[in-house]
């Protein structure tokens, strides 16, 4: 079920009326039934994908707890053999078989089509998810969960199910069990974190989505800035796109008095590629970072070492978001500058003032990668960013007169303002709104007022599903 869609405007409402009608004993119930219906909106076959991963990992977990020492870390790695054979079916069967098939063809051999599985949306997420579970109960950092509800929840929590942030058993596992009393400030909070969310989404992110596509989609005909500013674009629909899902599902949980972790701090912000991964979907970094880049060693070994962990590390993130091979040369993109700067950083220092500017051009160019279709068509919309730039160069006022392909003016506007609003906003969240929830009444409408008129004027509902959904 989509957060932007009819069908959710009635779903979180009744959810959350029922939820706050029940005892306590049965909540945990309501939600996981509600998950499943939630998550059986896009394909009711998808639930037994969850449901393999979930029978997969409440074993293991007990398992890894009970079993002498001699067979904790067998049970462990049968359990990530486990999801990570699912990914590898679902998700990178197609891509290895076509990746053979095409060295096949260099011997003269024909191997057949077998075709593409569905892909169930989210995957990466809840299976991501599921691993942290076993790996910090084999750490002995979290207690296996007898409770098979309470633990099928924990993957299913349907505002975070589809696309996290993922979340670690020992934040949201104890909240399952907490109560959870209607709390009218919290409501509020969540209400408000919601709204934000569709905004970031519906008025800024998919309106972006239309500049952005005309310039991938046909990067041969743009001319002067078009190219430039279609690729900024797209790395603005893709924040905005993703952290206001984040921002939804936040505020989904927060109403019924769950506590989910932040997903971005303002990473277009980060004066360094380093800080921007700080800032960055920041329950996938911390998520590599302590299961697999520090396992590898980290920085705490030699130079060539530590540019290996590196790459491996984001190869593997890029790996994760898609299979094809542009996902994976984004992220050995990222991983060689990130070792080419720690190479550099000794004898070279950035001037205070371009940290930020140069960190979200190397971004920029990033995205190209992430976003093309094929390699072919990321040199093509990386030649028209060449050749715009050196148009303004030599000719700023021709460069100028075509800067938002498929956009009005009126529209650029719109998303301008919806992006320095997102920076304001973003910086100073939590200050924001309890200010806007403890104003005068007439003050607090004014502002639910006008975000409400602003997504549904403003809007676009296109049924455009959230970009994150495919990973």
Known sequence: MLF????????????????????????????LAMSCVFYAAFVPAYLLILATSIAIDYIAGIVIEDASPRWRKPALILSLVANIALLAVF????????????????????????????????????TFQAM???????????????????????????????AGPIERPQALLPQFRAPHPFDYDQVRMGLLRMLWGFIKKTVVADRLAIAADAVFHFPESQHGLAAPLGVICFAWQIYCDFSGYSDIAIGAAQVMGYRLMENFDRPYAAASLSEFWHRWHRSLSQWFRDYLYL????????????????????????????????????????????????????????????????TLFAVCGGW?????????????????????LMEFITAPSMAMNRIAPGLPFWEIAITIIGIEAAEVVAA???????????????????????????VLSCGRFDARQFIYFQF
């Open 4 to 31: 932007n869609s009819l069908r959710f405007l009635v779903f979180f409402p009744f959810v959350t009326a029922v939820y706050f009608g029940l005892p306590q004993a049965w909540r945990w119930a309501w939600l």
């Open 91 to 126: 998700k990178y069967g197609p891509f290895v078989w076509d990746n053979l098939r095409a060295v096949a063809a260099l011997f003269g051999q024909e191997w057949a089509d077998l075709g593409r599985l569905m892909l169930p949306i989210g995957l990466s997420f809840h």
């Open 132 to 162: 942290a579970y076993t790996i910090e109960v084999y750490y002995g950092r979290q207690r296996a969960e007898r409770h098979l509800g309470i633990y099928a929840l924990y993957v299913m929590f349907y505002p975070q199910l589809v």
């Open 295 to 358: 396992p590898l060693g980290g920085n705490r070994v030699g130079p060539a070492r530590h540019a290996w962990n590196l790459l491996i590390v984001f190869a593997i993130s890029g790996l994760w978001h898609g299979a094809a091979w542009n996902y994976v040369l984004w992220g050995l993109y990222h991983g060689t500058l990130l070792v080419l700067c720690g190479w550099l950083s000794p004898f070279v220092r950035v001037p205070k003032g371009l940290g930020r500017p140069l």
């Open 368 to 388: 190209i990668l992430f976003r093309a279709s094929s390699f072919e068509n990321a040199l093509a919309v990386g030649s028209a960013c060449v050749s715009g």
């Open 428 to 454: 100073r969240w939590q200050i924001t709104s309890a200010r806007i929830i403890t104003a005068p009444w007439y003050v607090r409408w004014v502002v639910y007022y006008a975000g409400i008129w602003l």
